[in-house]
């Protein structure tokens, strides 16, 4: 559904300059093979934004300590075209001469449409690609036999698609590859003040691409999918992000051998992931799955800082909050 979409606005905007969406990139549970929903199920995807032509993209770190996790703003310059003799000269270039290029194309630049002060703006992105979406739908073949409603939202393009007996919903968010790696900069959602022109650092893609590693190498039996739908759907009733869970289940595929996991030693699973998530509650600290792990599967890419930056603490807010850690154990 999402390739006939990426297929169709690519063709409408091959003229513009726009972001160039790339192939959607399927994460989260629906493609690891488990899902903590009990209710529709919840596709996620991560459509890969580059540069138009005459545009560039430079990530910057962002060094504001106080924000959580590693964040970055998507700076956005006109390129150079000249050729180096010419640099400057009067002749066709999205740095010297943007006006130029503007009445000759009639298209504005990507400055002047989906960036805030010269950085690319989470919202105004999501709110373009909706409305494609939106005014695109009667293309697709699909349109004839579902229904689409768009949901809203600022920093992804949430769809429900119905038929009248199925239902399911699709969240596409946005993002920007760091160096040719399995890493991105994304749009999700990170909090309520979560500046415009953020762009969190998403592991979504690595964590995805491990348990599809995972599934290759465990025996046909292996039941650590089900021990971690199971452990997902009970804990997170008891407020416990379904993100520290999974992290518990991928350090444990990570270290105790493929063969353990055969669906025989299923209540064993379970008992070995209770009790590490009890140690990680008592010691409040529970380290990031991806960030500084160099034993991943060579298959899995990492950029160079990202692969040397100690492992950030997942349960750092345990240790800031007495309330908050009392109440965990609680639910534990």
């Not at 066709?92 to 805030?116: A, E, G, K, M, S």
């Not at 160096?179 to 959602?189: C, E, K, L, T, V």
Request: charge should be positive; aromatic fraction near 10%.
């Amino acid at each position: 559904l999402i390739d006939n979409f990426i297929t169709v606005l690519r063709r409408a905007l091959s003229r513009t300059f726009y972001p160039v969406l790339q192939q959607a990139i399927g994460i989260g549970s629906a493609f690891e093979g488990w899902t903590a929903r009990e209710e529709e199920v919840l596709y996620q995807v991560l459509v890969p934004l580059t540069p138009p032509l005459g545009h560039l993209f430079h990530l910057e770190r962002d060094t504001d300590q106080q924000k959580p996790g590693r964040n970055f703003r998507v700076r956005v310059e006109l390129e150079c075209r000249c050729p180096r003799e010419y640099q400057g000269m009067n002749m066709l270039c999205f740095q010297h001469h943007p006006d130029v290029i503007r009445r000759t194309t009639q298209q504005p630049n990507l400055l002047d449409t989906l960036c805030t002060d010269s950085y690319l703006d989470v919202k105004k992105t999501v709110h373009w690609f909706c409305t494609l979406v939106g005014a695109s739908w009667r293309r697709l073949p699909q349109s004839r036999s579902w229904h689409l409603v768009l949901l809203p939202s600022k920093r992804s393009c949430n769809l429900r698609l119905t038929n009248g007996q199925e239902s399911f919903q699709v969240k596409v968010l946005f993002g920007v590859q760091r160096h040719a790696s399995d890493i991105f900069i994304s749009s999700r959602y990170r909090g309520a003040h979560t500046p415009s022109t953020m762009w969190p650092e998403s592991y979504a893609v690595a964590e995805t691409k491990f348990f599809r590693h995972m599934a290759r190498e465990a025996p046909q039996d292996s039941s650590h999918l089900k021990c971690l739908q199971l452990l997902a759907r009970v804990l997170a009733r008891k407020d416990f992000s379904i993100h520290s869970i999974k992290t518990i289940v991928m350090r444990l595929l990570h270290t105790v051998p493929v063969s353990q996991w055969q669906r025989r030693h299923f209540l064993l699973q379970l008992s070995d992931a209770l009790e590490q998530l009890r140690v990680s509650l008592e010691e409040k600290h529970l380290e990031h799955f991806i960030v500084g792990n160099q034993r991943l599967p060579e298959e899995i890419r990492l950029p160079p800082d990202v692969l040397r930056a100690k492992p950030p603490n997942l349960f750092h807010g345990l240790a800031q909050d007495p309330a908050a850690y009392s109440q965990a154990m609680q639910a534990y």
